[in-house]
């Protein structure tokens, strides 16, 4: 006997899915279980929420109590105490943009100041130092308080609440930090120099001032504490940003050629051979007669073995002094690296003539005279034509280096690697048997 369904066949088709889902769905829609779901969700939500509170709270009590804490330090006059809470504070991340706190910084900043200002008056042991530091503390918070104020302003046509007094307050005290700046150059204490400098310049940047109340700093003050800040961080050996306001100080010109020099000397320090060169032939130009920049920059010229532009220099700075003796050694001594021998006996003639102390002058005649005689050609054979005539100007060229070399000897007798080999050199060729013999005993000759 065969059994018959009695379910009618189903067809699977790509819809058959879905509608078990769908009849899952209202299965559980008329059991209410979707509502637990959702009640679930809700309680998931609930505790989150009261895991946040939970960690906020303590924070935020925290947060008013260390307030109670700074307002009670300023009221019993005991501001030091009232910043070291505030540092305490401002290293909390949560509070760290909260401007009631930086205002408390200002107001207990302003306290020491009065304070330490009338220790001065009454001179009962004044701090200066300390005196210019709450100076310079009151700027720190006051700048903080009108940045967390702007960024705590819910609508953009609303200033903050303290701009004005702010700007009232540090406008009185401005002038103070450029008496400090010198106060502390004095003393060398150039980081805090270099320090209060750049607040001055910095400070006035702030949306505290404005067109219609400026910072009060003239601009002879601003390059004034522009050059400080120049010298204080080439004194301290911050070469890095030394040259911030580079621009600011060069508006200086009864100061220019010290400017200049420093600038050169924090460009060789960092390493920037470009505005090294740059500063220097600004101070050749400007300054021929302040020969560190001509005796800095042709060094340099002749460390990167630019011998024609150390040429170009040293007879540029001849037409504007002729006077002046070194020009032409420099001179000199570029022609003899380049082997023009001509122009270096020339050169250093001048030099001499100019000055006859500059006796390296002396070196460069004669060993331009030796190379001048090493360069002609004898014939092979003594019977040769002009063989007579090219050895007697052989020997009329070292004849001529001859006392020019002793003279160089007998003035720097401890450059002997100089010297040494030119005279053996000559002593042998005009054939000075004693001369030869001595200067032989003299180390091992080597030619220049």
Not at 33 to 39: D, E, G, Q, V, Y
Not at 44 to 57: I, P
Not at 207 to 219: K, L, R, V
Not at 312 to 327: A, H, Q, T, V, W
Request: hydrophobic content about 40%; overall charge positive; proline content about 3%.
């Amino acid at each position: 006997m065969c059994c018959v369904s009695v379910f009618p066949q189903l067809r699977l088709d790509p819809m058959s899915a879905f509608s078990r889902k769908l009849l899952l769905h209202r299965t559980l829609s008329r059991s209410g279980f979707t509502s637990i779901l959702h009640l679930f969700d809700l309680r998931k939500c609930l505790l989150n929420a009261l895991f946040l509170l939970a960690c906020v709270v303590p924070q935020i009590s925290y947060a008013q109590k260390s307030v109670k804490d700074i307002c009670a330090a300023i009221k019993a006059k005991k501001p030091a105490e009232a910043l070291r809470l505030i540092e305490k504070q401002k290293n909390d991340t949560l509070s760290s943009c909260n401007a009631r706190i930086y205002y408390l910084g200002v107001k207990a900043a302003k306290l020491l100041s009065e304070n330490e200002n009338e220790r001065i008056y009454l001179q009962q042991k004044p701090d200066t130092a300390a005196y210019f530091q709450s100076i310079h503390t009151i700027f720190t918070y006051a700048l903080l308080t009108d940045s967390a104020e702007t960024s705590e302003l819910k609508s953009s046509s609303k200033q903050p609440s303290h701009r004005h007094e702010l700007n009232r307050l540090l406008n009185r005290l401005y002038p103070n930090l450029s008496v400090a700046v010198h106060f502390f150059a004095r003393k060398s204490d150039w980081d805090k120099a270099r320090r209060f400098a750049q607040q001055a310049l910095e400070a006035r940047n702030s949306a505290i001032f404005s067109n219609d109340h400026p910072a009060n700093i003239s601009q002879q003050q601003l390059v004034s504490n522009a050059e400080q800040f120049l010298y204080a961080s080439f004194a301290a050996g911050q070469y890095k940003d030394a040259e911030h306001y580079a621009e600011l100080v060069l508006q200086d010109s009864s100061k220019r050629s010290s400017i200049l020099e420093t600038l050169a000397l924090v460009n060789a320090a960092n390493k920037n051979a470009k505005g090294y060169r740059f500063y220097l032939q600004c101070g050749v130009d400007e300054y021929p007669q302040h020969l560190f920049f001509f005796k800095s920059l042709s060094e340099d010229l002749f460390a990167h073995k630019d011998y024609q532009a150390v040429v170009e220099l040293s007879n540029r700075l001849i037409d504007k002094d002729p006077s002046n003796g070194l020009f032409p050694l420099t001179a000199a001594q570029a022609y003899d690296n380049l082997k023009q021998h001509d122009l270096s006996i020339r050169a250093s003639e001048q030099a001499l003539a100019c000055d006859s102390t500059l006796f390296r002058a002396h070196l460069y005649i004669g060993r331009a005279y030796c190379r001048k005689a090493r360069a002609i050609q004898l014939p092979l054979s003594i019977r040769s034509t002009g063989y007579k005539e090219a050895l007697e100007q052989q020997k009329d060229f070292y004849l001529k280096a001859r006392p020019h070399l002793e003279v160089y000897r007998s003035r720097a007798s401890k450059d002997i690697q100089e010297w040494q080999p030119l005279l053996y050199e000559v002593y042998l060729k005009l054939n000075l048997g004693k001369e030869f013999e001595a200067i032989s005993q003299i180390g091992n000759p080597h030619k220049s």
